[in-house]
């Protein structure tokens, strides 16, 4: 809240002070860009899931108490999942928390495992490059039949958005891991995959050659 001096100037309390600091200061330390680049699809995901619960819900009750429901509500269910769907694909690359084989893996050599990322990686590539490129004329095809969801202005086109863009994204997250996973092989790290499908709390930075380089001339 804020509060007005004798003068007429208004001021921010104490506690908005302390937050608009807090937050100032997360900024120039780069943890809230930390935090988007790590969860940014998670956060997305999160807020359709909380979209789609909300209409669900309130469907559900108009169609209790009045014997309706809204025309549109199962059509923009159906694309915020496909949304959703995508942008929890790129989330899982960029956490590697998907499912994978790791019995064989687990015993292999460094040099083993760092060839078997590269046969991942050119599959990553080949099979979601290839529906990125062929979902572009289908996304320009939709866009110029005009179609809207049934009852609204929305224009169906954005839900076909969700393919291209989930795509991009799983690629990008894709050449962050060759990234990732190179720069441990080549300091000696283990790299081999575990069996765990929890968030891998991991960052991408540029400075561990940087630093092993400076320890070693030091």
Known sequence: MSRSTPGGVSTLSNSNVTVVETLRNR????????????????????????????????????????????????????????????????????????????????????????????????????????????????????????????GTSIPDTLFYLAVPVGTALILLRVGQEILHVTRRYRRGDTIEPTASIEIEDRAYDTTDDVDDTDGETQ
């Open 27 to 150: 900024v120039a330390d780069g943890e809230v860009t930390t935090s988007l680049e790590r969860y940014f699809e998670g956060y997305l995901a999160m807020v359709l899931l909380a979209v789609v619960t909300l209409l669900v819900f309130v469907d559900v009750v108009n169609r209790t108490v009045r014997g309706t429901q809204f025309v549109w509500g199962l059509e923009v269910v159906e694309g915020l999942f496909i949304w959703i769907t995508w942008l929890s694909a790129a989330f899982a690359v960029r956490h590697s928390s998907h499912l994978r084989f790791t019995l064989l893996r687990q015993q292999w050599s460094a040099r083993r495992n760092y060839v078997m990322y590269w046969v991942e990686w050119v599959l990553w590539f080949v099979v979601v490059g290839t529906i990125f490129w062929y979902s572009i004329p289908e996304l320009e095809r939709h866009a110029e039949a005009g179609r809207i969801v049934v």
